[in-house]
Each structure stands twice: as C-alpha cells, then as structure tokens.
C-alpha cells in the first residue's frame, strides 16, 4: 500500500467511525432550521403576467440543448401558483426561516429599474405574507442564476455596469419588501456564476473565457454585492434593522498527504474559492496567496498584467466589511494534491491553482458524480473559515443529497447525510466554537436541477412532473427533519 492509501484509509476509518456516533448536544434554542429553494427551479410561470426572458428561458428555448431529455423550467414545480401550498409544507415542517430568490426578470422584465412588473412584485408580497402569517422568515436570495436575457447581450457580469443595474434592482427589492424580509443575501455561489457560466461554459449564459471572463465576472459581481450592501446600510438598514449576505459555494479541501506541497496545495484550493471571493468583502482584497499565482502565471505567459483584475484603493475601501453574515452552500469534500508539472501556458480557475484534486473511492456515492458523503468534512471546512476571518457569522444556506430514482420516497441515505452532517455542524459550534446560526436544507422538494433538468432529486418532498398538479409528496426525510427541527436533537435524547 502507498502512503497515499494509507492515509485515506486512516482518514477514512478515523472518521466514518466518528460519524457514528452523533452528537447529543441539543441545538441552542435560537439556531434557525430551514429549507431553500430558487426561482428558475421552483416557480415556473416563465412568460406569465409580464416576467422578462432570463438566460435560463433563453438557454432552455433556444439551446444549445444541453438540458437531460431537453427539461425546461418553463413549469418547474409551478410554484407561481402553488406558493400557498408550499407554505403549508414549510409550516408543517415547523421550519424558523425559508430561503428562495426573486427573479429578476419577474420583477423587472427588461432587467432595468425603470419599467417594473406590479405583477411581479405583488407575487413576492404574497408569498413573503403568506410566510410570515405562518411565523416563516423569508431569506431572500436577490440573484440565484437567472439573469435578465437583456442584460445578458450586453455582457452581464463582464459589463461594469452590471454593477449600477444590479444596485438598481437590489435597491428595488429593498424598497418594496425590506419592511418583511430582515435577511439578505445578494449572490448565490461565485464558482458555479462565474468558473461554470463565464469560464469553462457549463452552465448559462455559456461563455467560454477560462482564466479571464470568470475573474472579470467575480471582480463584479464582489462589487455589485458592495453596491447592494452600501445602498441597504445608507438607506434602509436603520428602519428595516436586516442584514446583507453573500453565498459561498466551498468544497472542503483535504490535502492527499503530508507532504508540504500537497498541504500548500489544498490551501491554494481554498484560497481560490475564499481568497476570491470572501477576503474582499472582509478584508477589502483578493489574498496575497491568489493575487500572486495568478500574476505569476500570467506574466510567464506573456500578459502585461494579471489576468486578475486588481481592486483600485478606493475598489478596496468600497468592499471592506460589507459582509453581515457568510452563506456557506456546502455538499462534499475532496482530495487535494500538488500537480507535479504544472502546464504553464494553462488557463483558469481549474488549472492557476496548480493543483489535482479526486474523490476517494471508499467514499459513499449520492446520486451525482460530484458528491460525495463526506461528513468530517463540514467540521473542518468551519473551523478553517472561523480561523481565518475571525470567527465571522456563518448561516449555512444549503447543504443536501441526491438520489436518481423517479420516486424515493424512503430516502434513508438521504436521512444519514442529513443527520451526519448536522452532527458535524454541532460539533464544530460545541468543540471548536465556530459562530453558525442556522442550518438550510437543499431541498424543500425536488426540482429543475439546472443540466440533470428533472433525472438529480435533491427534494425532501418528491414532485409529480408528470402531474399538471405537481403533486407534492412527503419523503421519510422531510419527517426525520421535522424531527430534528422539533426537539432540536439528533439523537435519543439531548443534552442541554
Ligand atoms: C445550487 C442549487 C442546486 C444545488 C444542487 C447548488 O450549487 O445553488 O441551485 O440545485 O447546488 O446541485
């Protein structure tokens, strides 16, 4: 056996036996249990009273068709119409917080603030009432990958003034529900916008600029977040008393051995996700650790600056603490190791960070390549975020498991992720002191999953997409984390 094996076999053995045996800390009595979802993938309702085309009706409409079986979110779970029964599964769940996002095109069809949809905004009033009649709080995502098809042609993200539209709308949403909604959060997930639309064209709006579009659009999108934090501070934080998050997508990255170059490696992996994309609402900048590999890969390939755009000063000043609360979106963990002969004319995300990284085979499948369970962790991705920004407020917006089958509805795998990672959470909160507030299960139910369109189910309440009613039912899931919500214990029985 290599070292290599070794070591995961050790990993392996030390943790799954750990994973076992679950904490029976109670949870505090204010941590917030909750369920997201996101427009394009709940509501449906795509051309109804007055929404705009985003670049997901586009992508859908138009191909390239790289949707499973050409699925389209046209319907989705039909939540535009079946908002109140949704709400009604929330309640029963007995949920503290509901997290969706708002569609921009909805609300503003053309994605300008000059023309608004009563329409639009009076669907959000409806559902934001409908919540809190139910003692639900909204957590409102303002952009979760739906950008208006307008703005799209100009560019989106790679256009600076994405920065102004974006503050416009942000403003808007502020302004017509700020006096119900309390919890913000701007972007969901820098990695999957940026490296998947703008980078390697996985996901819309497709382009395809590896190393250069995907850092242009993380330099704006961290600037819009600053402009949609500095509007809610100047003009409504004082009456509305909410705050303003952003949502990161992190991987924990676990080096593949000892070996100085592999844990540098790992920690340039979580530098290119935090360093990115955190450090600057925080600190004011991208990480020296960042900065520096891109502007040394750049250089040696002949550019005259760093193919990532630098913050000016006062770019700096203007991101600086404008981040309330960390979103933390986290699913699975993998290894890292360092690439022996880095191709230095290689641009990208993927590649800058001179890195490999895998899954290991002795981890349990889900239903997606790209998921593994991996429950230690959780634990150790929060303790790295509370070492390095100083014990910042975490929320964590979403966290679940995927199965393939048309219709699990005793989903115990699905029950064990659930359980195993919230007992990481726990024990990251009790033993190493990490400031999470709040848990947030992906999914309330089963819905578009983006590329996979209806075949990945992340739902704890399965959807009947062959039904014009999209039936709704309830999953072993859903019952288990009623469970927890109720007693705020994972196991037996609890200790204060
Ligand atoms: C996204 C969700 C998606 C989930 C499962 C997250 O990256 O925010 O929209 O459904 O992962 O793939």
Not at 175 to 193: C, M, Q
Not at 321 to 330: E, K, P, Y
Request: hydrophobic share 35%.
């Amino acid at each position: 056996m290599d070292q290599l094996a070794v070591l995961i076999c050790f990993t392996v053995f030390t943790f799954t036996t750990a994973d076992d045996a679950v904490n029976t800390k109670a949870f505090p009595k204010d941590f917030k249990f909750g369920v997201a979802t996101a427009s394009y993938q709940i509501e449906g309702g795509w051309n109804e009273d007055g929404k705009g085309e985003n670049i997901w009706d586009h992508l859908v409409h138009n191909g390239p068709f790289i949707i499973k079986h050409n699925d389209t979110g046209d319907i989705a779970c039909d939540s535009y119409h079946k908002y109140k029964e949704d709400v009604r599964m929330l309640k029963d769940l007995g949920v503290n917080h509901y997290r969706f996002s708002i569609s921009w095109s909805r609300l503003l069809p053309t994605g300008f603030a000059n023309k608004v949809n009563p329409a639009g905004v009076q669907y959000y009033k409806s559902l934001i009432k409908e919540l809190k009649a139910n003692g639900i709080e909204p957590f409102v995502t303002l952009y979760h990958w739906d950008m208006p098809q307008p703005i799209q042609e100009l560019g989106g993200f790679l256009n600076d003034n994405f920065v102004d539209w974006f503050g416009d709308y942000a403003e808007l949403c502020f302004k017509h529900f700020g006096d119900e909604v309390s919890n913000w959060l701007t972007f969901n997930e820098p990695i999957s916008t940026c490296q998947q639309g703008y980078g390697n064209a996985v996901k819309a709006p497709l382009i395809h600029s590896p190393g250069i579009g995907e850092y242009i659009c993380g330099k704006n999108m961290m600037l819009a977040h600053a402009r949609a934090w500095h509007i809610y501070n100047d003009k409504f934080r004082s009456k509305q008393k909410g705050s303003v998050g952003f949502v990161v997508d992190s991987l924990w990255y676990e080096p593949s051995s000892n070996k100085t170059e592999d844990v540098h490696a790992a920690e340039m992996k979580r530098q290119f996700v935090w360093g990115l994309y955190i450090n600057p609402l925080i600190n004011g900048d991208h990480s020296t650790m960042v900065k520096e590999q891109i502007a040394r890969r750049s250089k040696q390939q002949g550019f005259k600056r760093s193919r990532l755009p630098e913050f000016t000063e006062k770019e700096q000043k203007y991101l600086k603490g404008t981040l309330d609360v960390i979103g933390l979106n986290h699913y699975s963990t993998v290894l890292v190791s360092a690439q022996e002969k880095p191709d230095p004319s290689a641009m990208g995300f993927f590649v800058d960070c001179e890195a490999n990284e895998w899954k290991s085979d002795d981890w349990e499948k889900s239903g997606s390549d790209w998921l593994r369970v991996v429950p230690w962790g959780i634990r150790k991705l929060l303790k790295w975020i509370k070492d390095n920004f100083n014990n910042h407020k975490i929320i964590i917006t979403e966290n679940g498991y995927s199965d393939r089958e048309p219709k699990l509805l005793k989903d115990d795998r699905r029950i064990h992720y659930i359980k195993s990672y919230l007992s990481n959470i726990r024990d990251a909160m009790e033993k190493d002191g990490v400031n999470v507030i709040g848990y947030t299960l992906w999914s309330l139910m089963d819905n578009f999953e983006w590329t996979s369109g209806y075949t990945e189910k992340l739902g704890i309440h399965h959807v009947d997409f062959n039904s014009s009613n999209r039936t709704r039912t309830k999953k072993s899931s859903a019952e288990f984390y009623k469970k927890v919500i109720a007693t705020r214990c994972l196991a037996e029985k609890c200790t204060a």
